[in-house]
């Protein structure tokens, strides 16, 4: 069976005519650059339930109980006075890009790059780090709107009670993402026009549960691994603080819609399941388009075509980086555990084997991994033993 002989073609699913057409992915550069307000319809009805009852669906119970009891606050539990030494990060980085160059026998003859030196690979590093950043922030502000749009249009109350915390978690993510960048780096970059794409997919359906499956299952499932990456790597303790905390309520937001739509998947058809599949694969695509950061290329003043083709040209790379495949070890496991790798013959496993990414199916998946990563209760329970341990003494 050919790849595409069931459901859409590429070009109907991304508007291109192949995943790895670099000129089409970057020919839809963000032009709207200073723009202040963005308007999507969200084209949902809101639904009220009258069956109160609690717990009815306990996973989701348990959740928002959970959820209750990590709320943080991101202007006292996070240590704003620390000092930020964003220079010792970029040369870090620095170093580590050119001991890969090296390690690659790259050679920069005939490239912008051929006359760089230190110093503008330095800078790359901090326009990358800020760039990220940047589009962290507004990756949270989808998941405020998208989360407030679940309460509602989702029927379940545990769901509704559940998603209302969320969308407290959110506002303070968007809230500390943007007091990092304004206060402690050199303020924000637009959003990346994939991820702006992707976003506004997500809203404009109408259907309740592919907001979930945009949002918690894809948006956030890769926002987990990227952050648990960034955790890994960046020397900067306020920077590593702020992740942790956030990592804790992003674990539950994925649960959260593992939970949710493992009990909605079963019930559907396989027509239905193959829209929620070809769903899955446009917003994986779009995901990785924006790790080419054009706009980091546009202002270091290097044609973004030249640079991908030395870093990344998704064609040759095929994802073949690492890195960039990690982002995807919890979208896959959790895919798999709803159904939407292997329904319809398999179809959406085989566009993730040209993603390059089927290899984390058997990872451990999201829908309990949230106990393990609540940093905020971990926290409160150290303070609370050293403070009786002192009282003690
Ligand atoms: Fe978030
Ligand atoms: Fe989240």
Redesign the pocket.
């Known amino acids: 069976m050919s790849i595409d002989a069931l459901g859409s073609t590429d070009e109907e699913i991304l508007g291109r005519p192949a995943v790895d057409d670099l000129e089409a992915i970057l020919t839809t550069a963000n032009t709207d650059v200073d723009e202040v307000l963005h308007t999507v319809a969200d084209n949902a009805e809101s639904i009220f339930t009258w069956d109160y009852e609690k717990g009815a669906r306990p996973g989701l119970d348990k959740l928002y109980e959970k959820a209750k009891h990590s709320q943080w606050n991101g202007s006292t539990d996070l240590d704003w006075s620390l000092d930020v030494d964003t220079q010792q990060f970029a040369e870090a980085m620095a170093d580590m890009q050119s001991m890969q160059f090296e390690a690659g026998g790259v050679d920069f003859t005939g490239t912008p790059f051929e006359k760089w030196e230190r110093p503008e690979w330095v800078e790359l590093a901090h326009q990358t780090q800020q760039w990220s950043l940047s589009q962290f922030m507004h990756g949270e502000q989808g998941?405020l709107i998208c989360t407030a749009k679940i309460v509602e249009t989702v029927p379940w109350i545990d769901a509704k009670y559940y998603a209302a915390t969320?969308v407290m978690?959110?506002a303070r993510?968007v809230e500390v993402f943007a007091r990092y960048l304004d206060t402690k780096l050199d303020g924000h970059y637009p959003i990346n026009t994939h991820l702006r794409m992707l976003l506004d997919d997500i809203i404009a359906d109408s259907r309740w549960d592919m907001t979930y499956l945009g949002m918690q299952i894809m948006v956030?499932g890769l926002?987990l691994a990227a952050f648990g990456m960034a955790l890994q790597t960046t020397p900067d303790p306020l920077l590593k603080q702020l992740l942790r905390y956030v990592m804790s309520?992003?674990a539950r937001?994925v649960a959260f819609g593992v939970l949710s739509l493992q009990e909605y998947y079963a019930g559907l058809t396989d027509a239905e399941m193959l829209e929620r599949q070809e769903f899955a694969y446009e917003a994986a695509v779009r995901m990785r388009d924006r790790f080419l950061q054009q706009e980091v290329w546009d202002r270091m003043g290097v044609d973004v075509r030249k640079a991908v083709k030395l870093f990344d040209v998704p064609a040759e790379v095929k994802n073949q980086d690492p890195f960039q495949q990690l982002l995807f070890s919890k979208i896959v496991p959790n895919c798999k555990k709803l159904g939407l790798l292997d329904a319809n013959d398999g179809w959406l496993r085989k566009r993730f084997d040209v993603l390059g990414v089927t290899q984390f199916e058997d990872w451990v998946d999201t829908g309990e991994e949230y106990l393990a990563m609540d940093a905020v209760s971990q926290d409160r329970l150290a303070a609370a033993e050293a403070a009786s341990g002192s009282d003690a003494a």
């Open positions: 998941a969320q978690d959110e993510h956030e926002a309520d992003e937001h």
